[in-house]
Each structure stands twice: as structure tokens, then as C-alpha cells.
């Protein structure tokens, strides 16, 4: 059945309410602790969460437009459900009784007020009192219960404090003061219930003379201007205090951002509202935040080192002089290049499903032979050309992985276009050595100088930089041991090759000194599976610990 939400009374002075932001639009799915809408009151802009389920079937106040508290604010309900008599109904007042009811208190409250105008002259309210009334804090709530005082009569109170737990229709709720001085008086005591604006409490400096505040508070004089100024100015401060606290994602130190629902779910469960991290609005703590809470466990180790830097803080007696300057930052404009890398590596990393293989190669004999190419007359050869040659013949022995991902088909590349990731000024190019199956490693080793140079003065044309099949990227040259990399699509596999280290590893029963490199493949699991991708890495590996193979 569907449920009319009206503008909520969410301070205790209150009258009308202004929508700031809609945060969910009609047809929207509504949960328990939801936040519908932030509502600008006469203190604050505040959050307003549902207290139902179902769909928002119509938004009665748009962004921007003010309405009297109780006006029609939305409906839920179930999709598709007839809601047209309640929008006809909306213009006549729902809420007969609680005018009535309001209307028998004024008549009291006036017969109180000439019963004891034979006693003392009615008065207005000393500048600088306030009273409290009973909060609306709900759409539907006519009464509350204050379930537990957190002051006393006596107690200095801040803007900001929270006088009390009041305990609605809906839930129980956190009531916090919007006014600074003493509390003089309390009005409703703990478990008991009162009506909507019964008074809750009165804030005010010492001395001031309660029965007097009392007695005038019946007469609801209007303050005088003196008293509106101040109360202006410490709205505007309220306001802006309080907005700031919204948006904090966290617990402050003082305060936790919960729903209401949410923090009888914890209360009834047992949970510390401080270890529970928020995903609603603002980091605010939801339903599903208490029902997923998996509490996990703190190191003895922890606590016992947090109290022991405590405690040094305390014996500190030197001062510490901290550094002072003046920040500063620069804007710069990205490049056309820098664009297009961003946008083509974006779309990899979220729409291809990365997986990362690791394997350790012995690079003995690739160091020896590389030795032994490089003596002959005009011939250099780097290690990284010998990763290149190693990478187009294991794909031609596993041409799963030199596959190209085409939505409803898979395509193999009989053709192996390696690309050789190089590093420029204004970010990353990948020059082609196209056909490199069938290249030697002089070949690769000049194609590659040739490319890169000519990369670095962009002076590569498009087509050298297009149709790669597989990708190698190397960062041993900076003395990086070992990272993975982003796959550059279409490609459904890159390599990542890391510095060739020297330390000790196991030959023939023997600790030796060994020359090892660690390689990371980089897959993308539509087209290589795991086993695919770790049969090409062995392939790869004995091609790279067996370089005479290469040159057969």
C-alpha cells in the first residue's frame, strides 16, 4: 500500500522546509535508511532518509521549492500502483486529528495562561533563553519518548551537543542542541512521552527564572528583533557547522553518520559503530553496511603499542619545532598523447578481466651468449631483443594467447606483430615490429633502436604503430625486479620483464651464484585461460635459458 511522505518537522523551530537536492527520481527502488532527499530547514540542510520500501511513485515538492512543514513531500509505494487518490486528497489537510489535537492544546493552554494571568503578568522570554520543544523527527510522528537524558539540569551545553536519545514512531534518534548556555530545565523525563512541540527543555544563562520562562513560553510571544539577530547570526553559524560535518565520511571523533534503522541493527547485535565503514551518502552507516559487517580481529600488539605512544606523548617535555611555508601546485594541461593513453588504458583495465602469471628464468646462458654475439664485427644484441625473438616463436607454438577478443567470436592471428612499449617525454609509445616471427635477433635489435629513437622524436608515422598482436614491456633497464602491466588492446596478452639480479639459487645440489630474470605475464581471461597462459610462459622460459634454440 502506498505510503505518503510528508515535509518533516527536523528542528524544533521549524516551519517550512526547502528541497535542496532529490537524491533519488521517480521510479527509483527505495530502501529502509535510504537517503531521499537533503532538506534546507531553518538551522541547517539536512539528509532525510525513508522509512519505507518501495518505488517512488511521485515527487510532490521539486529542487528548489519551499513548503510548510506536513506538506506532501512524495509517495511509495508499489510500481505501477493507482496512487490518484491520494494526489486528489493532497490538497484537502490529512491530518485533522493532529490539527484538532493542536487546536485543543491552544485552548489549554490559553485557560492555563488566564488562570494564572490572576497571579502574575504574562511575560515574553528573557533574550538569550531558549525553549526546546519535542522535534518532529519523523514524517509520521506525532509523539515522542525520551528514551535516555545524555544531560542535566545544570550542564553547560554547545551547539552541536546531544541533549538527548528520543525514541520515535520510527526509531530511536540522536536529538543534538541548536543552542549554547546552560540547561535549566527539563520538561519530559526519562521513558516518558510527550506531543510534538511539548516543551522539552529550556537552555539559557544561570539564574534566569524558569516559571517565568514557563509562564511566557505559553503566551508565544515573537522574540524581539535584538534576540532575532543573534539567533540569525547563530543559525548562520549552526548552518555552516553543520553542513561541514555532513560531509564527512567518517566518524569525527565525536559522531558517527548512522541511519537510525542502522544503529538499532548494530545496538541489537552487538556491533561497535566505529568499526563499521559507511557506503551510503557521505559515508553515512546503512542497513546493508550492518547486515554485510564482518568484525575483524585487532592484534593484542596494536593496542598495547597505542598505549604505550600515549604514554610517551605524555613524558614528551621538549617542544617540537615543525616546518612552515606556503603550499603550492601547478595545473598542467595534458597532452593530446597523454589523453589517448588514459583513455585506451582505462578501457582495458575495466572492461578486459586481468590475470597476472610469474615465473623466475635462468639467464645464464642468454648472458654468455649475448657476450658471444656481441663480439662479432657490427652486431649488438640486448637482452631485451632476445625477450622480443623468444615471445614471437612461443606464440607461434601457443597461438591461443596471439588471439584478439571480438564480442561474439574470437580471432587468431596466423601473423606475429610484436609491440615494444618505449618511453617518451610526454608519456608511452609502442612501435610494431611487424612479422618478428620471422626477424633475427640483429634484425630485432636494429628495427627496435631504429623505432625507439625515432619514437622519442615523434617521428614514428601511425602505421608503425599499429596492429600488434602481443606486447613487451621493460622496466630492467631502471632496476625494477618485477611489476605487472596494463594490456594494450587488442592484444589479449602483454609481458612485463624486470632486471636481471645475481643472487644465490640451487644447481645440481649446490648453492651457486646464478643470474635469474622474473617476467610477468599480463592475460586477459575472455580468450587465455590460466593453463594457456602458463604453457606459453614454460615455452617462453626455455627459449630464453636456451638461446641456441633461438638461432636454429
Not at 406 to 432: E, Q
Request: glycine letters at 8%; one cysteine or more.
Amino acid at each position: 500500500m502506498a505510503e505518503v511522505i510528508n515535509m518533516p518537522r527536523l528542528s524544533d523551530t521549524m516551519e517550512e522546509g526547502t528541497v535542496a537536492k532529490w537524491l533519488k527520481k521517480v521510479g527509483d527502488k527505495i530502501e529502509e535508511g535510504d537517503i531521499l532527499a537533503e532538506i534546507e530547514t531553518d538551522k541547517a540542510t539536512m539528509e532525510f532518509e525513508s522509512f519505507h520500501e518501495g518505488t517512488l511513485l511521485h515527487i510532490g515538492i521539486e529542487e528548489g521549492d519551499g513548503a510548510p512543514v506536513d506538506s506532501l513531500l512524495a509517495i511509495i509505494g508499489e510500481e505501477g500502483e493507482d496512487i490518484s487518490s491520494l494526489l486528489n486528497g493532497s490538497s484537502e489537510p490529512s491530518d485533522d486529528g493532529s490539527e484538532s489535537s493542536e487546536e485543543n492544546a491552544e485552548h489549554e493552554e490559553t485557560a492555563e495562561v488566564e488562570a494564572n494571568d490572576a497571579q502574575a503578568p504574562a511575560t515574553e522570554i528573557p533574550e538569550g533563553v531558549e525553549v526546546v520543544k519535542m522535534p518532529r523527527l519523523s514524517d509520521t510522528m506525532e509523539e515522542g519518548t525520551v528514551a535516555t537524558w545524555l544531560k542535566k539540569v545544570g550542564d553547560e551545553v554547545e551547539e552541536g551537543d546531544i541533549l538527548a536519545e528520543i525514541e520515535t514512531d520510527k526509531a530511536t534518534m540522536e536529538f543534538e542542541s541548536f543552542y549554547s548556555g546552560t540547561l535549566l530545565y527539563v520538561g519530559i523525563q526519562e521513558g516518558e512521552s510527550a506531543p510534538v512541540d511539548e516543551v522539552l527543555a529550556i537552555i539559557g544563562p544561570k539564574e534566569t527564572d524558569v516559571d517565568a520562562v514557563l509562564n511566557a513560553g505559553k503566551a508565544a510571544p515573537k522574540k524581539a528583533p535584538s534576540q532575532e539577530k543573534t539567533s540569525a547570526a547563530s543559525d548562520e553559524k549552526i548552518e555552516k557547522s553543520t553542513s561541514d560535518s555532513d560531509t564527512k565520511s567518517v566518524n569525527d571523533g565525536q559522531r558517527i553518520f548512522v541511519s537510525p534503522l542502522a544503529k538499532k541493527m548494530a545496538e541489537d547485535k552487538g556491533i561497535d559503530l566505529s568499526n563499521v565503514q559507511g557506503t551510503g551518502d557521505n559515508g553515512r552507516i546503512t542497513k546493508r553496511d550492518i547486515e554485510n559487517f564482518k568484525p575483524a580481529q585487532q592484534p593484542a600488539k596494536a593496542e598495547s603499542s597505542t598505549v604505550k605512544a600515549a604514554s610517551d606523548s605524555k613524558v614528551a617535555t621538549s617542544p617540537v619545532n615543525l616546518p612552515v611555508g606556503e603550499e603550492g601546485y601547478e595545473d598542467v594541461k595534458n597532452s593530446q598523447m597523454r589523453k589517448t593513453i588514459a583513455k585506451r588504458l582505462s578501457e582495458s583495465k575495466f572492461t578486459a578481466p586481468h590475470y597476472y602469471l610469474t615465473i623466475e628464468v635462468d639467464m645464464d646462458n642468454a648472458w654468455a651468449s649475448r657476450l658471444q654475439i656481441n663480439d662479432l664485427p657490427d652486431t649488438k644484441v640486448s637482452f631485451n631483443d632476445m625477450v622480443v625473438k623468444a615471445c614471437a616463436m612461443a606464440l607461434k607454438k601457443h597461438p591461443q594467447v596471439n588471439t584478439t577478443w571480438k564480442g561474439d567470436s574470437m580471432r587468431y592471428n596466423h601473423h606475429v606483430h610484436m609491440g615494444v612499449a618505449v618511453a617518451v617525454d610526454d608519456g608511452l609509445v609502442v612501435p610494431v615490429l611487424k612479422f618478428s616471427d620471422q626477424m633475427s635477433l640483429t634484425q630485432i635489435g636494429s628495427a627496435v633502436k631504429d623505432m625507439a629513437g625515432r619514437a622519442r622524436n615523434k617521428k614514428l608515422t601511425p602505421a608503425e604503430m599499429d596492429g600488434s598482436t602481443f606486447t613487451v614491456s621493460n622496466l630492467g633497464m631502471f632496476g625494477i625486479r618485477e611489476f605487472t602491466s596494463i594490456i594494450n588492446q587488442p592484444n589479449s596478452a602483454i609481458l612485463s620483464v624486470g632486471a636481471i639480479v645475481e643472487k644465490p639459487v640451487v644447481k645440481k645440489g649446490e648453492i651457486v651464484v646464478g643470474k635469474t630474470m622474473t617476467v610477468t605475464l599480463a592475460c586477459d581471461h575472455r580468450t587465455v585461460d590460466g593453463a594457456t597462459g602458463s604453457q606459453f610462459l614454460l615455452t617462453l622460459r626455455s627459449f630464453l635459458e636456451n638461446p641456441v634454440t633461438m638461432l636454429a
